[in-house]
């Protein structure tokens, strides 16, 4: 009799740390998930849109400053790097609000571009139209921008939170199985040396 009691906690103790460990398995998958998330996916897209912004800026100051030989000279270099960052920036995993501001912001580049070309033809003569025109496109381009920092920054929090309440969840089952395994081998030792009373 006394062995088959210890048997059946043996087998309560081998299947409560058998359930502890699949869970602790699960929630480290989530912590890791969690981790390359925001590297991939929030890390470096903040990078692609800080180099997106620089080229930008580069942009802007070649058209307002009226450097339009060296606007022409740089324009397909800076285009093409725009393109491959957009590209790169595309890839990463977006929420549904950043979408829609990334396809803002490509919609705003286009329109960047299209207006350059204009430039470059000479179809705009005066300086001051110049300025005031750009204006109008780098500030949309910047603003899209900004709204998608934000949300790095938004979701970065978001997904560390999660990370957090997966690690407390984790420590707290573990303080939960030190403590069943400690009842469970106060039981085995009053099973072990306790004689049954007759």
């Keep these: 009799m006394q062995r088959i009691r210890i048997g059946v906690i043996l087998m309560v103790v081998f299947l409560l740390v058998f359930a502890t460990n699949r869970m602790d398995n699960n929630h480290f998958r989530t912590v890791q998930k969690s981790l390359n998330t925001v590297y991939e996916d929030r890390i470096l897209a903040k990078d692609y849109l800080y180099k997106i912004s620089h080229q930008v800026q580069k942009k802007k100051e070649d058209i307002q400053s009226y450097e339009l030989d060296e606007l022409s000279s740089f324009n397909k270099i800076?285009?093409?790097?725009?393109?491959?960052?957009?590209?790169?920036?595309?890839?990463?995993?977006?929420?549904?609000?950043?979408?829609?501001?990334?396809?803002?912001?490509?919609?705003?580049?286009?329109?960047l571009n299209e207006y350059e070309s204009k430039l470059l033809r000479n179809e705009f003569l005066n300086s001051d139209f110049n300025k005031t025109e750009s204006e109008r496109y780098f500030s949309a381009i910047f603003g899209d921008i900004d709204s998608l920092f934000k949300v790095?920054?938004?979701?970065?929090?978001?997904?560390?939170?999660?990370?957090?309440?997966?690690?407390?969840?984790?420590?707290l089952i573990s303080r939960v199985e030190i403590g069943a395994l400690i009842l469970i081998g106060l039981l085995m030792q009053l099973l072990i040396f306790l004689r049954p009373i007759m």
């Design 152 to 171: 790095q920054i938004e979701e970065s929090n978001r997904v560390i939170s999660n990370s957090n309440r997966t690690i407390n969840t984790s420590n």
């Design 78 to 111: 800076i285009n093409d790097s725009i393109q491959v960052l957009i590209h790169h920036f595309g890839q990463t995993e977006l929420t549904e609000n950043e979408s829609l501001v990334f396809e803002s912001l490509q919609t705003h580049i286009r329109s």
